[in-house]
């Protein structure tokens, strides 16, 4: 089936095996991130066999779909509107707001269920987290008064929003909290959640202050990528996901379109480069599937544009010599990764 994402296990492997060893390592445990993926069953089975921590996602639609004895994680703040879901989905929660985690409580408690928390502190990216010390404070007291919620740890998440570069000193203060909070209130915490793969570049110059005990990674095990500044990770894989599409129409045209020029299918008025003639290809995917900005050819091609169900690429320089039915193949961006893996009208295809 075209279009389809091929996704080559070894490799994914590989980088999960050398990821999980790096941060074992330095006593680190890992949150392998499924969302990227959508939580794909073929890829968790290699989280679970590979003896990942914990398996984190974004949507609890993706933590119902598989069993596992490994904790699953929400990442997304739990909506106080869906609580019975996620306790009934999902063993722990990163959450912000007291409100929620109430009401968290009360379906725990009407499933008999015991339900944990990673309270999430703002260092300065301004996603989410408590923010203001005395906040974080009387937050924990009240979470302790909760029968049916326990607080597993803290966290914090950087570069996402705000852009902010994770450094010794900031993680050093999550750090500090986590001190003064099991000094002031009798108690230990099992989980300092240290970030994202933005924290990696800390993790291999053994640079992560000791009391951060766990990281979220996803990018960089799909993409052998740490995420602060993009640079990639020795003795990875980059190209583990690879997009292949269907050419289903190739022709001689003008680069330019002929007429008044108004917008586009998507409300947007394009601005096109005079390059005469050249020989364009329509590929049988489209924005519905995924950003053609987010795809990276490996021939010599260029990508023009696209529509809902198209999109149009220049082949007129490229190495190989194409007619309608080849397939041409991209590498991926996490971007382009997450939208395909997302898309029903995309195959799935493993090595």
Known sequence: MYPRIVINSKKY?????NLLDISHERGISVMGVSKVFCADQYLIDILIEEGVDYIADSRIENLSTFKTDIPKVLLRLPSFLDAENVVLNCDISLNSELSTMQQLNKYAKLNDIIHGVILMIDL???REGLFDEK???DTIKSILELKN???KGIGTNLTCYGGVILSNELLTKLVDYKTRIEDKFNISLEIVSGGNSSTI???????IPFGINNLRLGEAIVLGRETAYGAFIDDTYSDIFTLEAEIIELREKPSIPIGTIGMNAFGKVPVFEDKGNMLRAILAIGKQDVDHNEIIPFDTIDVLGSSSDHVIVDVSDSVKIYKVG?????KLTYSSILSLM???YVGKHYE
């Open 13 to 17: 492997r590989h980088n999960l095996r």
């Open 124 to 126: 300065g990216d301004l």
């Open 135 to 137: 906040d974080i404070f």
């Open 149 to 151: 919620i326990t607080l």
């Open 201 to 207: 570049e800390l993790l291999l110059e053994d640079n």
């Open 326 to 330: 080849d397939v041409i193949a991209f």
């Open 342 to 344: 997302t898309s029903k």
